[in-house]
């Protein structure tokens, strides 16, 4: 799903994001990605989708060399993935239902299918009694769903998630990761970057661990974490 082989990244000033990166993640695989800040995390995440491309080296993604793609086609591959983010990135003035409907309504998808998908979406992420409530209604926790349902509208392959829990209280978080874990378990791939380590060490994921830009650690799925060493 996703291969990193000799992946530099070089910004201008000459500031080396990334430095020598190597690592491969099928598909159906759940990581976690850990990093101190200046690691490089985010950059990793941008080429995945293609907000950036390697200065050296080839990031290959659901089988696109991404640095390949055309322009036209950008849209197209970012809409296999979901995204979420920290900042949950929910629309204020729109309910929980026109969050996650709006990104259907970007791509033209005919309303008949968006009232069908929405509340399902919405439901899979146990929201079901919420759809007409506004962001400001909405806890932490409940916003960061309606992001996950929103990412999950398109049936992505791929999962992204920046932080997640980063602005959420601690036993709520882990009831997001519960959510990511259910997701990945029907097949869909899941990456998230995090600094947490309690929540790492709690669901014995495959733990990818970069600083200065490329791969100081990368612990299986099922082995004890003992963490924080590398950071
Ligand atoms: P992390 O997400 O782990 O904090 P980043 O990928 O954001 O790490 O940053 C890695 C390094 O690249 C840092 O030194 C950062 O300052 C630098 N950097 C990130 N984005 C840019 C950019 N657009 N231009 C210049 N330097 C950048």
């Known amino acids: 799903m996703i291969t990193f082989d000799h992946v530099s990244k070089v910004y201008p000033g000459d500031i080396q994001a990334l430095d020598d990166m190597n690592l491969h993640i099928e598909q159906g695989e759940f990581v976690f990605v850990l990093g101190r800040s200046g690691a490089g995390k985010s950059t990793f995440l941008k080429m995945i989708l293609r907000e950036e491309i390697p200065t050296d080296g080839v ?15 950008v849209p197209y591959f970012r809409r296999q993935m979901g995204v979420v983010f920290q900042d949950f990135r929910l629309i204020p003035n729109m309910t929980a239902y026109d969050n996650v409907a709006f990104a259907m ?25 919420k759809l007409n409530a506004y962001p400001n209604e909405l806890s932490g926790g409940e916003q960061q769903r309606v992001a996950l349902a929103r990412a999950l509208v398109h049936t992505p392959q791929l999962i992204i998630a920046d932080e997640p829990t980063g602005n959420i209280d601690p036993e709520l978080s882990y009831e997001i990761m519960e959510l990511l874990t259910a997701i990945n378990s029907v097949g869909i791939t899941v990456v998230v970057v995090t600094h947490e380590h309690e929540l790492v060490h709690r669901f014995k994921k495959r733990v990818i661990t970069i600083d200065k830009g490329h791969v100081v650690s990368d612990i299986p799925a099922g082995a004890e974490y003992t963490g924080g060493a590398e950071e």
């Not at 309303?111 to 979406?121: A, D, F, G, L, S």
């Open 59 to 73: 990031v290959r993604v659901a089988g696109h060399d991404i640095a390949q793609l055309k322009k036209k086609e």
């Open 105 to 129: 309504r970007v791509t033209n998808v005919p309303e008949k299918t968006i009232r069908n998908r929405v509340p399902y979406v919405l439901g899979l992420v146990g929201l079901e009694h």
